[in-house]
């Protein structure tokens, strides 16, 4: 008697939950990511070998360009407005609610002198990327750069981090040592001694057998 053959049947797989699981992925990454603010300056870092990563946040970055600008940024939200209103009453310049909403987005980086902030807060975003800004004074006649240095430090230790900021030094390839070094100099002559030098990661050379 001849043998009666199973009948075979290809297996499948339903892919309705991979498919599901990767829409909410998707939709995860898409509601939990902060993109990088866009900056005032480009900067182009040198390279080293150091590993060392700098926080993600509570940072307060201080960079200077090829053309000796000095600009400030504070990743703070909760701190902003207080900073703005802070250092303009230092210097008798006071800002509109609007003046100071549009500084939370500017906040991140910018190098304009304080005097000169209520007209670029009052530009709109497309309009702000066309100025040239000159840069934060940062000399001895003239220091509003340690102002919102320290302005950014005594918020940051009332705010629900109770320490200061981190500092990160970002200096351009070709920027100017000395302006590097006077920058370096103001904070440490208001004992502001910690802070991180931004680098970009340089390949390790490998070692031979």
């Not at 003046?99 to 902030?117: D, H, M, N, R, Y």
């Not at 920058?183 to 390949?203: G, H, S, Y």
């Amino acid at each position: 008697m001849p043998k009666v053959k199973p009948h075979r049947t290809s297996p499948s797989l339903d892919m309705t939950p991979m498919v599901d699981l990767a829409f909410l992925l998707v939709t995860f990454f898409m509601l939990t990511t902060k993109f990088a603010p866009e900056e005032a300056v480009v900067v182009d870092t040198p390279s080293s070998t150091s590993e060392i990563r700098l926080p993600e946040s509570h940072v307060i970055t201080i960079a200077v360009d090829k053309d000796k600008r000095v600009f400030f940024g504070v990743d703070d939200d909760a701190i902003k407005s207080d900073l703005l209103t802070q250092v303009g009453a230092k210097y008798g310049v006071s800002f509109t609610p609007s003046q100071i909403q549009a500084f939370k987005g500017v906040a991140s980086s910018f190098g304009t002198p304080i005097e000169q902030l209520p007209a670029l807060l009052s530009l709109d975003s497309e309009q702000r990327k066309n100025v040239k800004q000159t840069g934060i004074p940062a000399d001895s006649v003239n220091n509003q750069f340690i102002e919102w240095v320290q302005t950014a430090q005594q918020l940051s230790r009332k705010s629900a981090y109770g320490k200061p900021s981190y500092v990160a030094i970002k200096g351009d390839g070709n920027a100017d040592v000395p302006t590097v070094k006077r920058v370096i100099k103001l904070m440490q002559d208001k004992n502001i001694n910690r802070f991180n030098l931004i680098t970009d990661l340089e390949t390790k050379p490998v070692a031979g057998n």
